[in-house]
């Protein structure tokens, strides 16, 4: 039976502090885009072998990229794929990209060159175990709770393992469906959670629910339901908050970031065994991943020009303060 894991400490939810005040930043990456048209960069993710994978799906146009803002390599999908929903790269540089419309995911090489095509369980994102397994998670509930598994395991060649995982309590607010959310890896361990709720699931390696994050934010809200579109209900949909991802920070912490939907507050929520803290984020920070103690962004505020470029900038996390 899964344990239900309770954070105790100094820091209490409720105590917001300065973003400023437990990270310092490091080092600000600025890729310029020398495409002619204006990218638009829908997919960033950050990789363990310090790279940098880029999405544009309207121009399908994916992009990879060193920590230095060097273009390793850049292809366009144009006419092989109709939709991305996420884009993958393993340790040998083959390109992993989904369509969850059609539940087709292609493979290609550093090239572009389409090497295989595989048929896939329903499913929007795309994650690399430490065992090199594809996991495909499916956020996207438009119908409610169906009692289904909600992530499906494959070889990298794309052989069906297992599919695993609960579905979040309440994937819809009255009329409107919530898709948003993320996977993460502690060693083998598998971190999940959903932008319904505040509550993150760990699972085994073969997909057996062992623990239960379920802490409370004070900033936390979502209302009851949403039952049209008309002014009045879609201020309260405004306001709602929303978990958009979790994060293993390096081994001890585990950090999620929340925001409003209309993009008004942002914050970073810390926990481990001892304590939790809740932090405020400044409005202009996007976080696209965790590499050891450092927290990568995207800084909207570095952009003010409408360039066509990004800024990610990281910051390393002050950990002797939560201790």
Same mark, same amino acid.
């Given at each position: 039976? +899964?344990?239900?894991?309770?954070? %105790?400490?100094?820091?209490?939810?409720?105590?917001?502090?300065?973003?400023?005040?437990?990270?310092?930043?490091?080092?600000?990456?600025?890729?310029?885009?020398?495409?002619?048209?204006?990218?638009?960069?829908?997919?960033?993710?950050?990789?363990?072998?310090?790279?940098?994978?880029? +999405?544009?799906?309207?121009?399908?146009?994916?992009?990879? *990229?060193?920590?230095?803002?060097? @273009? @390793?390599?850049?292809?366009?999908?144009?006419?092989?794929?109709?939709?991305?929903?996420?884009?993958?790269?393993? +340790?040998?540089?083959?390109?992993?990209?989904?369509?969850?419309?059609?539940?087709?995911?292609?493979?290609?090489?550093?090239?572009?060159?389409?090497?295989?095509?595989?048929?896939?369980?329903?499913?929007?994102?795309?994650?690399?175990?430490?065992?090199?397994?594809?996991?495909?998670?499916?956020?996207?509930?438009?119908?409610?709770?169906?009692?289904?598994?909600?992530?499906?395991?494959?070889?990298?060649?794309?052989?069906?393992?297992?599919?695993?995982?609960?579905?979040?309590?309440?994937?819809?607010?009255?009329? @409107?469906?919530?898709? +948003?959310?993320?996977?993460?890896? *502690?060693?083998?361990?598998?971190?999940?959670?959903?932008?319904?709720?505040?509550?993150?699931?760990?699972?085994?390696?073969?997909?057996?629910?062992?623990?239960?994050?379920?802490?409370?934010?004070?900033?936390?809200?979502?209302?009851?339901?949403?039952?049209?579109?008309?002014?009045?209900? %879609?201020?309260?949909?405004?306001?709602?908050?929303?978990?958009?991802?979790?994060?293993?920070?390096?081994?001890? *912490?585990?950090?999620?970031?929340?925001?409003?939907?209309?993009?008004?507050?942002?914050? @970073?929520?810390?926990?481990?065994?001892?304590?939790?803290?809740?932090?405020?984020?400044?409005?202009?920070?996007?976080?696209?991943?965790?590499?050891?103690?450092?927290?990568?962004?995207?800084?909207?505020?570095?952009?003010?020009?409408?360039?066509?470029?990004?800024?990610?900038?990281?910051?390393?996390?002050?950990?002797?303060?939560?201790?």
């Amino acid at each position: 039976m +899964a344990s239900i894991s309770v954070f %105790m400490g100094r820091e209490q939810p409720g105590m917001l502090k300065d973003f400023s005040l437990y990270f310092v930043k490091k080092d600000v990456i600025k890729i310029n885009f020398t495409n002619k048209n204006k990218i638009t960069p829908n997919i960033v993710r950050i990789f363990q072998d310090s790279t940098i994978v880029i +999405a544009d799906k309207e121009e399908k146009l994916v992009c990879r *990229y060193n920590f230095k803002g060097k @273009l @390793l390599s850049q292809f366009n999908i144009q006419k092989k794929l109709d939709h991305i929903d996420d884009v993958l790269v393993d +340790a040998s540089g083959i390109f992993y990209i989904i369509d969850g419309y059609k539940n087709i995911l292609k493979k290609f090489d550093r090239n572009g060159k389409e090497t295989k095509t595989i048929r896939v369980k329903n499913g929007q994102q795309l994650y690399l175990t430490k065992k090199n397994q594809l996991l495909i998670y499916n956020v996207y509930h438009p119908d409610g709770v169906k009692n289904e598994s909600i992530i499906h395991e494959y070889t990298l060649n794309g052989k069906y393992i297992r599919s695993f995982g609960r579905e979040p309590k309440n994937p819809k607010i009255g009329i @409107l469906p919530i898709s +948003a959310g993320n996977i993460s890896f *502690y060693n083998s361990d598998i971190f999940v959670c959903h932008a319904s709720d505040f509550i993150i699931d760990v699972y085994n390696p073969r997909g057996v629910l062992k623990k239960t994050y379920n802490r409370r934010p004070s900033f936390y809200f979502l209302p009851e339901a949403i039952n049209s579109l008309d002014e009045k209900e %879609m201020k309260k949909w405004n306001r709602s908050v929303q978990l958009w991802a979790s994060y293993l920070l390096m081994s001890d *912490y585990l950090i999620s970031y929340f925001d409003r939907v209309d993009e008004t507050k942002h914050w @970073l929520f810390i926990q481990n065994d001892k304590g939790c803290i809740e932090l405020s984020l400044p409005a202009t920070l996007y976080p696209i991943g965790v590499i050891h103690k450092k927290v990568f962004f995207i800084d909207s505020s570095k952009n003010k020009n409408n360039e066509n470029s990004i800024v990610i900038v990281n910051y390393e996390f002050k950990s002797h303060l939560l201790r």
